[in-house]
Nanobody
Framework: QVQLVESGGGLVQPGGSLRLSCAVSGGEIFSVNSMGWYRQAPGKQRELVASTGGGGRMRYADFVKGRFSISRDNAENKVYLQMTSLKPEDTAVYYC????????????????WGQGTQVNVSS
């Protein structure tokens, strides 16, 4: 069964950098459309951070423009989030998201989520 596996969270000081990684795994034959990252801070709703469509178009939340960069390896079905100039308000659980068609389940596209990785920005 297809799943998303994340890595790369941790504790970093303000102004520091982190790189998050997410890989699609578990399926045998599948297609991936969009991939991206969301985050959820305590007491807040989950929000989009950055995404990249199947055609490569990228979208960023205003609060990360110029600081975060999303990239994707289509051959490996991986997506990355390079975070720089981190701020305390970036502290959250970061979730990988992907829109995937698992041919073992038929022809429908489904949204998949990773388990989340904690990012703490603090001095």
């Amino acid at each position: 069964q297809v799943q998303l596996v994340e890595s790369g969270g941790g504790l970093v000081q303000p102004g520091g950098s982190l790189r998050l990684s997410c890989a699609v795994s578990g399926g045998e034959i599948f297609s991936v459309n969009s991939m991206g990252w969301y985050r959820q801070a305590p007491g807040k709703q989950r929000e989009l951070v950055a995404s990249t469509g199947g055609g490569g178009r990228m979208r960023y939340a205003d609060f990360v423009k110029g600081r975060f960069s999303i990239s994707r390896d289509n051959a490996e079905n991986k997506v990355y989030l390079q975070m720089t100039s981190l701020k305390p308000e970036d502290t959250a659980v970061y979730y990988c998201h992907a829109n995937i068609r698992d041919y073992a389940l038929g022809s429908e596209w489904y949204d998949y989520w990773g388990q989340g990785t904690q990012v703490n920005v603090s001095s």
